[in-house]
């Protein structure tokens, strides 16, 4: 069983990056997705989740409008796309999976990927 996040990068302010989050050993139809972001020196964050029972969408507000979240389950991967990066985007980027329900509650979820680094700077 294993999540795999890919699609970090070094972005310039105001550009855009795609994140995966693979599934490997699971099917995601039955798992909300989180993802969740730490920055150096800083407490892991949540960002985005998209529900399993109906593919509700959450964001935080710091990223509403310019992020978002969608799963394609024929594909067992979720996505998270990000426009108009800022620097205080620049973190870890984590995806992982939970019951049925998004939650920003991380002892909730159940399998965790390795991060993935998003870097903004000019």
């Known amino acids: 069983v294993q999540l795999q996040a890919s699609g970090g990068g070094l972005v310039r302010p105001g550009g855009s990056l795609r994140l995966s989050c693979a599934a490997s050993g699971f099917t995601l139809d039955y798992y909300a997705i989180g993802w969740f972001r730490q920055a150096p020196g800083k407490e892991r964050e949540g960002v985005s989740c998209v529900s399993s029972r109906d593919g509700s969408t959450y964001y935080a507000d710091s990223v509403k409008g310019r992020f978002t979240i969608s799963r394609d389950n024929a594909k067992n991967t979720v996505y998270l796309q990000m426009n108009s990066l800022k620097p205080e985007d620049t973190a870890a980027y984590y995806c992982?999976?939970?019951?049925?329900?998004?939650?920003?509650?991380?002892?909730?979820?159940?399998?965790w990927g390795q991060g993935t680094q998003v870097t903004v700077s000019s």
């Open positions: 992982a999976a939970v019951g049925l329900s998004c939650s920003w509650y991380e002892p909730d979820y159940d399998y």
